[in-house]
C-alpha cells in the first residue's frame, strides 16, 4: 500500500510579522494545495514580485501561483466585508479565483458586532489595552468556545437571520453593559448600520464561491499524493495557550493549531517550517526583553519598514532573542529554519544578540509563564556585522562569512539547521543551502 503524503507546516516562530507571506510564495511551486489553518484578517501577509505588491488577511499566499488550490480550513475566522476588499484587490480572473480557492463551510464569521465588542472591550481597558487590531478576532473567537458563534456554512441555511439578530443584540447588550453604543464607534471609517449592509453584501459574495468539507477535503488530497503545505498566520509568542498571554491573540498559532484547524491528525504533519527574523519586532503590548529604545531601535524600524501591514502601526523593534526562538523551536518540533530580513543587519557595523536572561539575580533559561518586567535583564552577546550588500550572492554558502557565523551561532543554539535565508522582500531575493 502506497504511504499517503504528509503536511508540511510553516510558521513564524516570534511575535509575527516574519515574512510568512513571502515565503509561502516562493514554496508554493513545490505545493499544489496551500491551507490556512488559524486567525482571520488581523494577519498580513505581504508579497512582492514583479514590481507589484500585494497584502493578503484572509486568503492563502500560494493564490497568485495557477493550478495551485487554495484553502482556507475552520480554524480561521472570516470578515465577510474585509474578505470581499481582498478579494478587489488580487488582480485575478473570476474563472481562476473560483478554480482554486476554497472555504471550509465550518469557518466562523466575524460579524459587525463582533468587531463593535472588540472596541468597546479595548476602549474600556484604558492603559490595559491589549494592543487588538480591532478587527472582531477576539470576540468571534470567543463565541466559536461559548458555542454561539455563527459558521460560514450556517449562512446557507434557513434561519439564519434569526441566528444573525440573536447574536446582534446579545453583542449590543454587553457593549451598552459597557458604558457605549453601536453609534460610539466607527467600522472601516463606516456607522455600524452602513458597515452592516456591506457584510451582508460581501457575506453573499463569499457563498458563490467553493464552499467545502475542508478537514474531508485536506485529508482525501493527502491520500491521492497531493502536497499540502499549511500557513499559520502571526507567530508562536502570541500563541492564546504559550505566548504572553495576556497580551497574545486569540487562537493556537503553533504547529498544533495546523491539525485543529485543517482536521488533520499529528501523524499527517510532516516538515515544520519555522520562521524568524534576524532580529525581533512587536505590535501592541506585552512583554519584549531585547526591544531598543534608542536610535539602534529607530534604525530597524525605518531600514526594515516596520509598520503593520493590517493596522499601520510602528512596530516595536529589539536584537534577536535566542531563548525565545530555541522555545518555539521546542513547541513546534521545527525541522527547518528560514531566516529572514538579514539585509536591515547590513548597515550595522556590530550588534547585539540575546542568549539568556536573568531574572531576579537568577540566570533562567525561558520566561517564566508569569514575571515582573522589571526584573527581568536580557543577557546581550555582541556580534560583528558584516556591512555589505547581499543581492550579489546567490546562495547561503557564498554569504560573507560574518553572517555565515551568525547563522552558526543561531544553529548551534537551538539545534535546527537554517536551510533559507531571505535577503529582501521580493520573491527573487531568497537563499537556499545547496
Known sequence: MKQANKADVLLGLQWGDEGKGKIVDVLTPGYQLIARFQGGPNAGHTLEFENRKYVLHTIPSGIFHS???????????????????????????QEQLRESLLISARAHLITPSHRLCDAANEASRGKQKIGSTLKGIGPAYTDKIARSGLRLGDSLCAGFETQYQELREAHLRLVKGLGYSKNDFQIEKRSFDEYEKLWFEGLKRIQGLQLVESEVYINQALDQGVRVLAEGAQGTLLDIDFGSYPFVTSSNTIAAGACTGLGLAPSRIGEVYGIFKAYCTRVGSGPFPTELFDAHGD????????????TGRPRRCGWLDLPALKYSVMLNGVTKLIMTKVDVLS???????????????????????????????????????????LATFSSIGELPSALKDYLKLIEDFVRVPIEIVSTGPDRVQTLFRK
Open 67 to 93: 493550478g495551485t488550490k487554495n484553502l482556507i480550513g475552520s480554524g480561521v475566522v472570516i470578515d465577510p466585508y474585509i474578505f470581499s476588499q481582498e478579494l478587489d484587490h488580487l488582480d485575478i480572473g
Open 347 to 389: 548597515e550595522l557595523p556590530q550588534f547585539k544578540v540575546c542568549v539568556g536572561y536573568e531574572y531576579d539575580g537568577q540566570q533562567v533559561e525561558f520566561l517564566p509563564s508569569s514575571f515582573e518586567p522589571e526584573k527581568l535583564r536580557p543577557i546581550l552577546q555582541d556580534f560583528k556585522g558584516w556591512h555589505c550588500d
Open 299 to 310: 534604525q530597524l524600524r525605518k531600514t526594515g519598514n516596520e509598520f503593520g501591514s493590517t
